[in-house]
């Protein structure tokens, strides 16, 4: 496949011609919320002198209704890597669940199971039994490190971008999705803790977790906010063996990070991910031109002109 037809295959991806949608948000509260966004994965919320991200994601009825068990287990990784992706270490979670018995029971049990994963407690909730259509939403809370909270307002040009998480893993069979539960299994709670970690330590200023979007269109969110582009070499890219380019660059992986790293700052962004086991490169550096592209082996191709193709229709910083 060409460097243009993925280009085409990333724009018409359905995960991100979802994220359009987003711009509701700002239609209904202006170009800002109460502490600064949207544009996040959370929101940074000031309690005395400490810091609090809290987020929330629901779960496609259609998907709890099939596998109930995996949409509690979705629930929990989606709000963890939320946090770790605005440098939060994750808290607490709590749930609401509207379904029948059997659906919700396992529901609960996939919370229950990727709460002693990921060692995030569920700390309540809301639950109600009838017999319609499933719904399963779930809400977590984290701590960052006062004045190192990830935010696609800090990135800049000059900074370098990195790809960094885990590349050992499965595709699933009936949804893009790369699970690396069994190949990481408890780990998974240390390695979502990083972002957290190269924050605190200066190491990385703004970051997005790669979800449904796909690693490109996710980095278009990214890119959004502040209308800076970058030339991502897919040369350099980490991805898992077995795994075709076009299918790694549209899932949605258990936990793969995009960060930003101060100039000069990426070899100990990409070091606390080495020392884990798990992948981190450099892939490219921001700079101002509104373009995303890619490269590989001499030739390129641009994916998205954020300045006049929004990715959420969210506005500018």
């Known amino acids: ?48 002198t400490e810091t609090v991200v809290v987020g929330g994601e629901a779960m496609l009825p259609a998907f709890v209704a099939a596998d109930p068990f995996a949409a509690g287990v979705a629930a929990m990784l989606t709000n963890v890597n939320d946090l770790a992706a605005m440098g939060a270490e994750p808290l607490a979670l ?8 059997p659906v919700a029971r396992r529901a609960l049990e996939g919370l229950r199971h990727s709460s002693g994963l990921y060692r995030v407690p569920v700390v309540g909730g809301h639950l109600t039994i009838h017999d319609g259509a499933p719904a399963l939403s779930a809400f977590g809370v984290g701590r960052a ?22 590349v050992e893993g499965v595709m699933r069979a009936d949804f893009p999705f790369f699970a690396s539960f069994d190949a990481r299994g408890a780990d998974l709670a240390g390695d979502v803790r990083l972002p957290a970690a190269v924050a605190a330590d200066g190491a990385a200023v703004a970051a997005k977790d790669v979800s449904m979007a796909g690693i490109l269109g996710s980095l278009g969110m990214l890119l959004e ?4 582009g970058v030339t991502v070499d897919l040369d350099a890219l980490p991805r898992p063996d077995g795994v075709g ?12 990070f995009l960060l930003c790293a101060p100039p000069g700052r990426e070899g100990d962004c990409a070091a606390a991910f080495h020392q ?7 892939i ?9 592209r890619i490269t590989a082996g001499g030739a390129s191709a641009t994916v998205l002109d954020v300045r006049t193709e929004p990715v959420t229709g969210l506005p500018p910083a």
């Open 94 to 101: 709590v749930d609401t669940i509207v379904a029948p018995e």
């Open 1 to 48: 496949m060409t460097l243009d037809e993925i280009a085409v295959a990333v724009r018409t991806n359905p995960g991100l011609r979802a994220k359009r949608s987003i711009s509701l948000v700002a239609e209904v509260f202006g170009a800002t919320d109460w502490e600064g966004g949207p544009g996040d994965d959370g929101a940074a919320v000031r309690a005395g």
């Open 225 to 228: 906010c502040g209308r800076l």
């Open 245 to 256: 380019l076009v299918d790694w660059l549209g899932c949605f992986p258990c936990l793969i």
């Open 145 to 166: 490190t006062p004045g190192r909270v990830l935010s696609v307002r800090n990135a800049a040009p000059g900074q370098r971008l990195l790809l960094a998480g885990c």
């Open 276 to 282: 884990r086991g798990l992948a981190a490169e450099v």
């Open 284 to 292: 490219g550096t921001l700079d101002d031109s509104g373009l995303l």
